[in-house]
């Protein structure tokens, strides 16, 4: 299966282990093994190894001042991470940031003098500049570029957790980060043991796959 399963979202791995109930045909032991790996699928009800919690949560969102009516609590209760800022209004549409200046060289001027047909008449038409020259800069990348112990995003999302802070020691496997997308939490995991050197993201930042996470050395 080579690296198809190497990245499984938690709700893939929920599914597998049987959480979501039992799958309309069986699911193969090979596939089952690379999601789960040492842990063992459930056999029982899904729902008998859940504590009762709508009052736990009903108290939090509460407290948290976010229900407004009673669909909050329940997307409280399923999105615990994001529906706090999400119910606040705090989650806007992004808007594209101007590139930051950067040090850059002028290039040729553009051209000025075109000849313009109009109804097979050709006309010489001079454009005459009232600005400066142009020059063109490169763009600052937000992003830094990959390096020797860069962890990356395998895909498009939001920061979700932070689990490591700069300086912490980790093992290979850990979980440092937790990516969402689309409503599907996704774990980071340390791909080597070493300490984190420096992080470039924060919980809420979007990311776009390849763009590094942290790095660990």
Do not use: W
Not at 93 to 114: I, R, S, W, Y
Not at 127 to 136: A, F, L, P, R, W
Not at 148 to 163: C, E, H, N, R, Y
């Amino acid at each position: 299966m080579g690296e198809r399963y190497k990245v499984v979202p938690k709700e893939v791995k929920d599914y597998v282990k049987g959480l979501y109930g039992c799958t309309p045909a069986p699911i193969s032991k090979e596939i089952m093994v690379k999601v789960l790996g040492d842990e063992k699928p459930i056999t029982s009800r899904p729902a008998d190894l859940l504590a009762p919690e709508l009052d736990k949560v009903t108290k939090e969102a509460q407290d948290l001042g976010i229900v407004k009516k009673p669909e909050d609590i329940l997307t409280y209760a399923l999105y615990p991470a994001i529906a706090p800022r999400f119910l606040r209004g705090e989650l806007k549409e992004e808007t594209l940031q101007a590139p930051k200046p950067n040090n850059g060289k002028a290039v040729a001027p553009l051209p000025t003098e075109f000849k313009v047909e109009v109804d097979g008449d050709l006309f010489n038409v001079k454009i005459i500049s009232t600005g400066g020259g142009m020059s063109v800069r490169p763009a600052e990348t937000e992003r830094p570029k990959v390096m020797d112990g860069a962890i990356t995003a395998s895909m498009q999302g939001m920061v979700l957790k932070v689990k490591v802070k700069k300086g912490d020691r980790v093992s290979k496997g850990d979980v440092v980060m937790i990516l969402e997308a689309m409503k599907m939490e996704n774990n980071i995991h340390a791909p080597h043991a070493g300490a984190v050197k420096d992080i470039f993201v924060k919980e809420g930042s979007t990311v776009g796959a390849g763009d590094v996470l942290m790095v660990i050395g």
